[in-house]
């Protein structure tokens, strides 16, 4: 796929029916009424990765217009997560802020957003703006917000807390993103067990990256799991950045079976 | 004004009516003395200054307890806020005093004499006995109230009035007074007419200055308490209001008043402050800001809702607001078009997003990241207040990607920790990487470690920290932190590593 078409450089403007498709209109207006997803061919986009598989499993992207949670692996993964969501709101809007709303409590954990840090993950820092919040409810208050603006590309709520977002909560979100075409990430420190209204659930933690020279760190790299989709497979895959293109590459398969082996594992087994 | 305090507090508490003296005491020196008494007890020839035992001995049922001079200070402050429905100068004149510069007011109050009524009437209802002067100057103004001198000083009378006083009411230090004393003058009418370069090689300056000041002769500031707002309006209620709507409502009135005003002077609101008087003399002010300069009633209504719902029970309307004020604290420029387009320009859309979460989550948690010429990593970027920090500048990121490129800076971790945190970290050599190291109880074993990349400390600072030694290591599975080692190794016995960030 050529890097051009792979960004949506303009969001589309909201959605207006033509007069003339009245059955189309009305089917639009009753699935909006109901609260489900615009079909993936008519939602505002989809953003590709680039990647084969994955966009395969995605149904050709992900969803632009939707929410979508993103937990680490464990809390010392929590940057490979953050650096995953990140890219994510990066890819979603070029031109416009990034909102990244966390609780008080993940930025002393974790560490506060780094500015220098951003620019290697392709989102630059003048276009990000970062709410701290004392509590869950105003994280996603924030986030609420947030995607009405217009001027916000997308927004990334992180909230630590466990049990903190429950479907009410999510769904809330989920709308807002659909309505207002906007790219709404979750992002957690740890896997959670609670049910939430995502388009899709990742599960991402750090992997060893690539050595290509002796004893030096080479580029990041992703051990993704593809956990919950509600428009396809899921699958779980190695992903390394791409520092200089800004973008995610399958990791080759090497010599030692690294990557291979996790591509192949079925679906129950990633789940789990 | 301490034993109305705690009268006040006694019948809040359930009704402790005394009919006996009650009297604050106090160290001073090894004594225990008197520090304020009640009119009771000042009946029964009490007096403050008196040692406590001798007080007991001439009363033997006064009511002591004991003083509080924080308390004493809340109240005055909440006093002086109170105050503010006359006239926005307040001063607070330690310990029991509050000055109002009434100048220009007293007409919306009908007259100096009619606003001096209302302010006595109202504070009575309070339960604090208060004594009230007016007078051109502030000397005059305090000398009358302290000393029982007329209520209202005439302009221009302010010296028959004064001579009749003691000479401690020209607010001078006790040694002065009991100096002046000593040598027979007692009145402020016996200094009046005696020569002044004597009296100033005899006494000091501040006798002569302080009578100046009471006569108008040498200016006196008064220094406000809070700023005076450059734009105010206010909106007083027969029936008080307690509802969030009304406040909501009243608010929309009131900045629709003053949006007029702005719009004619070319300016927009940056700083506004709601200030809402309990009827029980409560003050609440609650104020918002806004990243560019606002003049739209709804908006600013819009900005208040969030506070008064992000404040929720913190807002204890009580019986009801008697007065509400919208004040401007601080406006900026704003031409006329900008606000008139504001509604398809996308850097507008993100400053009222900006200030719909500052309203509610407070100014400082809605942050732009800055980057700060400094190589040190924790000052080279900082959180700025969106509000405050321009939106359409790139806050020094350009600078910042010129200088990486010039010099091939290494790679910077995603998140920072506030702080370093201490590891314990074993090295193969003594100066190399870490082998692994323990970080909030979990083991890494290091798989790969760039590094080092020293970084000197702020030698020329006070707070001299030494150089660091940073490395970039993987851990076994994958996770890249961000290590350093604090100091050089040939200068430190044992050396100490820190964790300072997390890369993606």
Known sequence: MPADSRLFEKSSPPFRAP???????????????????????????????????????????LARAALHEIAAASEAEAAAATGFAL?????????????????????????????????????????????????PRDVLWAMEEALRCRAVGAVVGEIRKANAVDGVASRRLSL????????????????????????????????????????????????????????????????????????????????????????????????? | MSTDRIRRQWREAGGREEREGLAVVGKRGNVERLVAVDAAAEQRGLRGGLALAEARAMDPALVVVEEDAAADARLLEAVADWCQRYTPLVAVDAPDSVLLDIGGCAHLFGGEAALREDLLARLARFGLTVCASIADTIGAAWAAAHFSGPTCVESGKERDCLAGLPLAALRLPEETVAVLARVGLKRIGDILDLPRAPLAARFGGELLRQLDRALGREREPLNPRLPAPSYFTEQRFAEPIAREEDVLATVARLAQRLCGLLERRGEGARRIELALFRTDGAVRRISVGTARPLRDPQTIRALFGERLAALADAWDPGFGFDLARLAILAAEPAPPQQIGLGANDDPAALDELTDRLAARLGSHRVARLVAHDSHVPELA??????????????????????????VALPPRPLRLLARPEPIEAVAAVPDGPPLRFRWRRALHEVAAAEGPERIEGLWWSEDEAPARDYFRVEDVSGRRFWLFRAGLYRDLAAPRWFLHGMFA
Do not use: C
């Open chain 2, 381 to 406: 970027a900082a959180a700025l207040s969106a509000q405050w920090s321009t939106a359409r500048s790139e806050n020094g990121w350009a600078d910042f990607r010129r200088f990486r490129a010039a």
């Open chain 1, 87 to 135: 890219a994510l709101a990066g890819f979603s809007a070029p031109a416009r802020a990034v909102l990244w709303v966390a609780e008080e409590m993940a930025h002393r954990e974790s560490g506060a957003p780094y500015g220098p840090g951003l620019d290697e993950v392709g989102l630059a820092p003048e276009a990000v703006l970062v709410v701290a919040a004392a509590h």
């Open chain 1, 176 to 272: 807002a993103a659909a309505r207002h075409q906007r790219l709404a990430l979750l992002l957690r420190a740890r896997p959670e067990t609670q049910p939430v209204a995502a388009a899709t659930r990742w599960i991402v933690g750090a992997a060893p990256s690539p050595k290509r020279a002796l004893s030096a760190v080479g580029p990041s790299a992703f051990a993704v799991r593809l956990v919950r989709n509600r428009h396809g497979r899921l699958g779980s895959w190695t992903l390394e950045w791409n520092r200089a293109e800004h973008r995610f590459e399958l990791a080759p398969t090497h010599s030692q079976p690294v990557a291979a082996e996790i591509v192949d594992r079925p679906h129950s087994a990633a789940v789990a």
């Open chain 1, 19 to 61: 007069k003339n498709r009245f059955p189309e209109d009305l089917r639009r207006a009753v699935r909006r009424l109901e609260g489900r997803p615009e079909p993936l061919d008519e939602a505002a986009g989809l953003l590709p990765f680039g990647i084969a598989p994955i966009d395969q499993a995605l149904g050709g992207g």
